[in-house]
Structures are given as C-alpha cells and as structure tokens.
C-alpha cells in the first residue's frame, strides 16, 4: 500500500513532521500521520479516500508555498521526491501571493552543497547524525516559518558518514558539490561495483557519463552495508578523474618518459623481465600488489608470475612480520557475518582507528552498542568511537603486546583458568581488569584484530595472542581488512606458497619488480628500505 512521506525513513526515527503521511482512520476525529499511529486491532485505515487525499494535497500546498521553481537547474531534478510527489497531489497555481521566504545557505565544507530555501524541514539529515553517524552535526533552530537547519555554531561537517545526508535529502536542499551542475541523473549510465577502499567491500551504483565517472552512490545491502556509504568511498572517485593520473602507457627511453602504444608497451615489459629471468632467473623477480586490487587482477598477477617460474607474489605490502603465515588456517576475515554485529554483546579490537579504517564497523557497532553490546579497545590512539567504551587500554605500539597479553592473563584469572603456556609476563594494570570484566561477562563476544596490529612488527604475537584470549571466552575471533579484498588476495592465490613475502622482496632486492597499483615508497612498511630496493632494481 503506498502513502506519500517525506520524513519517514526505515532507518531513522519516527519524525511525523512533513505530514505528507495523513490517512483517515475510522473514527478518528481528523487525518492521521500514518508514520506516528500505533496500529490497534480492528483498525480500519484509509489511505485514498477523499478525506485522505483533500489532506494530502493541502500539505502539499503548504510545502509548495515556500519552495524555489529551481528545478531546470536543480541536483535533486529527476530523482526528487517533492518533484515526483508535487505531479500528484500539487496544483497547477498557487493561492499564496506573498513574497517567498528565501534561506541563507550554509558552507557545511567541501562536500555537500546546500540550497536551504528548497528545505522542506523533515530533519532526515539531522536525526542521521544523532542516531546513525553518532554525532549530531545540523540541527534545526527557530520556530514556524523560521525555522532552518543550521551546523552547530557555523562549523562545518566533518562526520566520516556526512555524505548519507545527501542520499537522505528528499529535496535539492542538500547535494554533492563536487557532483554540482555536471549532469543530469537521466543522462547517467549505471554499474554496480564494489568499493576499493572499504574491508567491508560496500556494494556501490557507480553512474557514469561519456565514460567518466561522475557519481558513486550506496547500494542497498543489509548484509552488508544497508544504504550507508563512508565519505572516502563515495568522493574518492575524483582521483580517477585526476590530471596527474596516466592515461596511456609510457617508457623511459635514454632517461625521459615517452608515450607508447599498448602493444610496444607489452613487448618492451614482456623483453624486460625476459632478460631479468635469463641473467639472473626467475627468483630474482618480484611481484607486488595492494588489497585494492581486483580479485580478477590479483588473480592474473600470480598466475603470470608463476607462468614465468615465479612465486615470488605478495599483496600484504604493509605488513612486516609474517610468521602466523606457517600456522594460519584460510584467509583472515572478520570470523562472522557482518549482519551479525548487531548481535554482540561485547566486542575487543585491538589495534584499529575504527572510524578511520572502517567507518561502516563502527556505525554496526554504535548501533549495537545503544543496545546491549559493550566495546573494548586496546589501541595506540584515543580516538572518540562516538559511543560508550566500556574499557580501553591507550598504550604506545611498542606496548600493545604487553596490552593484550595483561588482558588474557586477567581474563585467565578470572574464570579460574590456567594461563595459556608461553604468555608473555605482563602486569594486569587496571585497565586489564575492565576490559576482562567486561568480556568475561558477555555470552555473546568477538576479538578483532585491526590494521595497525595487522602491520605491526610483532603482528604474529598479537595475532597469537587475541587467538587464545577468543578460545578463553569462547568468543569469535577474526580480522578487520585493510581494503575489498585483504580476503579476496588471499583466495586469488596472490601470496606466497614457497616464495618471498612482500617484506622480504624489499629487505632482500629482487633484479625485476612487477608492480600492480603498488607504490612501494608509499606503500609499503618500511618506505626508505622500499625505495632503495626500486633504485637497485635493473626493470
């Protein structure tokens, strides 16, 4: 049964402001708002009997009293609620012959733009950011037709997640500003992708124009991303459309970079790394990648590598220490399915600036944690999670071995249980004891391990570590991925079987290097050592 709404969003709290809901109820002295109305047994509910429809026509008036015709040049135009709601409820003239009411705009900073005469006040964006991003960045002040949405004292927004108030916007109030007057949404293509940058691996609509990339928007999977998007996977298609970016393949001939043909440029690497393997074999030739990469190139890279007689492949480019590889069973994923977050009744990541590095993680567990789950941390930084934290242990990263082991033996104390054989001694401060009293309490729990003890330089102690402290609480235990497919390079086979590692490759120089979207200098853990393994490369 459809009824026209504006502020009711399945994800948000019931608002009833826009009114646009209003269904006649029997008995029921006057229309109401469908959204807001409690059902009761026997309730006989009309949604387009004439005293339904005469309601929603008149708020349409309302909401159109004020409104610009800005729709020739409108953002929103072609997939604009009040647009497509306005040709069925709307009148053809208006009975209002006084001046409009014209809004300020606000500079919210270099992301959305804002038109805040098109506001019809549903307040989407502002209960998004109280119950969803955490934060409460807009809010409305004023009263009648006074009231507008505001920032909090003229600040910008700086929320990882402020991109969904776009998305959330059902007018042209709020728009991309880097999407601003470059297309129409009829003219956009549309192709469903996945994002590089999240471990989560968001499901995206990339929308595309005479083959350039003009927006990324979220596709809905409540598996697992809902409708939600960070702010780094949907602006960060800009740097496709970057003047620095390589467009054709180059050489370097006598010292300069020369634009080539694919074909010269495929014979001239495939003669390269020929010689490199005839001079010094195939062991002396190194390929490297990134988690950013597709399965399918990943997969292209390692079978190429080792066509040519060479294991030598790693995408792990950032890690150091790689001696939980011997005793790793499958690929480090979360553990669990991300739909299943929502379960946890406590939760220890160890290592990882969650909205940072996976600010999608963090919005799963902010919502669980306005239920029943509490969280604990075991980090080198105090980054504010915008939710409770039951217990948390802020150590330099030379201590986080120390961190973690204080916490298994506090856990081990317990539940009266016998200390794990070759525990590192560690003193259980009190911070220990909080986050053990807080896991040892749950029924329902999960370990992570994050980035930063993923890369850390004593990763396989800690990954040791967290193992047993799971096996202890019978917890889940699991990892949370750099990028898409910190799994997926794993299952593509792009890591060693007999070969070297992505650190060895560097601390020992290889005489050819493969590099596929790696930029060792940058990419890898240690950049000065990375360099100098480039320089002394002969291809």
């Not at 502020?7 to 019931?14: D, F, V």
């Not at 290592?351 to 969280?375: N, V």
């Not at 401060?429 to 992570?448: F, H, P, R, Y």
């Amino acid at each position: 049964i459809y009824i026209p709404h504006f502020c009711y969003h399945e994800k948000l709290s019931i608002a009833a402001n826009c009114r646009m809901c209003l269904v006649q109820v029997e008995k029921a002295p006057k229309p109401l708002p469908a959204c807001a109305t409690p059902v009761t047994n026997g309730m006989k509910v009309q949604t387009h009997s004439e005293q339904a429809i005469k309601a929603q026509k008149s708020v349409m008036e309302f909401l159109l009293i004020n409104h610009p015709l800005d729709c020739p040049i409108c953002d929103q135009g072609g997939e604009c609620r009040l647009q497509d709601l306005s040709v069925g409820y709307g009148g053809s003239d208006s009975r209002y012959a006084e001046p409009k009411r014209v809004v300020n705009n606000k500079d919210l900073g270099p992301l959305i733009s804002t038109d805040m005469t098109r506001c019809i006040h549903c307040t989407r964006c502002v209960r998004f950011g109280q119950e969803i991003a955490g934060i409460m960045e807009l809010g409305m002040i004023g009263r009648g037709e006074h009231s507008e949405i505001i920032s909090f004292v003229g600040k910008t927004v700086d929320s990882e997640l402020s991109g969904n108030s776009i998305d959330l916007c059902p007018v042209g109030a709020l728009t991309s500003k880097p999407f601003r007057y470059s297309a129409r949404t009829w003219e956009l293509s549309r192709r469903p992708s996945v994002s590089p940058h999240c471990g989560l691996g968001s499901n995206l609509t990339v929308q595309v124009k005479q083959n350039r990339v003009m927006r990324v928007l979220p596709r809905e999977n409540d598996a697992v991303n809902e409708c939600w998007l960070s702010d780094k996977d949907r602006f960060s298609y800009e740097g496709l459309n970057s003047s620095d970016r390589l467009v054709k393949p180059m050489i370097k001939q006598d010292r300069q970079w020369k634009e080539v043909d694919w074909q010269v440029a495929l014979d001239f690497v495939a003669k390269g790394l020929q010689g490199v393997r005839d001079r010094h074999g195939a062991a002396q030739i190194g390929a490297l990648a990134t988690p950013y990469q597709t399965i399918e190139e990943l997969y292209l890279l390692q079978k190429y590598a080792r066509g040519i007689g060479c294991d030598n492949v790693d995408f792990r480019t950032r890690q150091s220490d790689f001696a939980a590889d011997a005793v790793q069973q499958g690929a480090p994923w979360l553990g669990m399915p991300v739909a299943d977050i929502a379960q946890l009744d406590r939760a220890l990541v160890v290592g990882s600036t969650l909205r940072k590095d996976h600010p999608l993680i963090a919005l799963r567990l902010r919502q669980a944690g306005k239920k029943q789950l509490e969280l604990n941390i075991i980090n080198p930084v105090d980054d504010d999670l915008l939710m409770r934290v039951a217990g948390k242990s802020i150590v330099a990263p030379s201590m986080m071995v120390s961190a973690l082991a204080a916490v298994v033996r506090a856990v081990a104390q317990s539940k009266n249980l016998q200390v794990p054989a070759d525990v590192p001694n560690a003193e259980v401060d009190a911070g220990a004891k909080a986050i053990a009293a807080s896991l040892t309490s749950g029924k329902n729990a999960a370990v992570w391990l994050g980035n930063m003890a993923q890369h850390h330089p004593a990763a396989s102690q800690l990954h040791w570590l967290a193992q047993k402290l799971a096996e202890l609480l019978g917890a889940k235990f699991g990892f949370l991925g750099e990028a898409a497919n910190s799994v997926g390079g794993h299952l593509a086979g792009a890591a060693p079987r007999n070969g070297l590692n992505a650190h060895q490759m560097l601390a020992q120089p290889r005489k050819g290097y493969i590099l596929l979207g790696a930029e060792p200098e940058l990419d890898a853990f240690d950049s000065a050592q990375a360099a100098s393994a480039m320089k002394q490369a002969e291809f």
